[in-house]
């Protein structure tokens, strides 16, 4: 079946540093590959995604390439802040025709401090 | 415009009794979608309702658990004899068609379930 690995958290950083998170996957068929965040007391909302490979998804200065080649969709941000932390997953989506269900990753817990 | 709603926001409710959380959707929005988060699971699927369509209901955990949408818009996640291990956040999402794999889920906010 369809899975989705990510780096175990909790991730420290100091304010501006650069931010990597591994995501890669697994699936039977082509997915799409999102990553939502989850903010401290606040639902899931998308950050961005892509649809195909090699695809750039990018959103609040966070980006994230679909690279098939290596099955992997890493998140990066070239410089963190306060408010950037928050729980990070990684979801593909391979419509199967019963559906558009999300495969999530384990999510990652991001602090960032001053 | 409003987002997915869900309620009650948290729900605390002895083992043995049933429950009902609900959910709705984005106005407009034809697909509806249930996950859990738990500690134990992470995030996962429990049902699609796609339209007028049979739900998918391949990720319940048990026949314990049952879920309606009523008039194409509103959904009911029913658990009946709920267990400890049901203790988790249910999260509703919606999207637009659910036709294609690139569309994006909108989540409500959640309804945090304890069992005790």
């Known amino acids: 079946g369809d899975s989705v690995t990510q780096m175990e958290g909790p991730v420290t950083l100091s304010e501006e540093a650069f931010l990597t998170i591994n995501c890669t996957y697994t699936?039977?068929?082509?997915?799409?590959l999102f990553w939502y965040v989850q903010y401290p007391g606040e639902g899931l909302q998308l950050l961005l995604k892509a649809t195909k490979a090699d695809d750039k998804g990018s959103n609040k200065g966070f980006e994230a390439t679909y690279r098939k080649e290596t099955t992997s969709f890493h998140l990066e941000k070239g410089s963190v802040q306060v408010s950037d932390s928050a729980v990070y997953f990684c979801a593909l989506s391979a419509y199967t025709g019963g559906g558009n269900k999300l495969t999530f990753g384990t999510g990652t817990q991001l602090k960032v401090e001053l | 415009g409003a987002g997915v709603s869900q309620s009650p926001s948290n729900k605390v409710t002895e083992k043995g009794k049933d429950v009902e959380l609900r959910c709705d959707p984005i106005s407009g929005h034809t697909a509806l979608y249930w996950y859990r988060q738990s500690l134990g699971q992470g995030l996962e699927f429990l049902i699609y309702?796609?339209?007028?369509?049979?739900?998918?209901k391949s990720g319940l955990p048990s026949d314990r658990f049952s879920a309606e949408r009523t008039g194409g818009s509103v959904s009911t996640l029913t658990i009946q004899r709920t267990q400890q291990e049901d203790s988790a956040v249910y999260l509703c999402?919606?999207?637009?068609f659910g036709g294609g794999r690139q569309e994006t889920q909108y989540f409500g906010p959640g309804t945090r379930l304890l069992v005790l």
């Open positions: 699936a039977t068929g082509y997915p799409s």
């Open positions: 309702f796609q339209g007028n369509s049979a739900p998918d």
């Open positions: 999402a919606s999207s637009p």
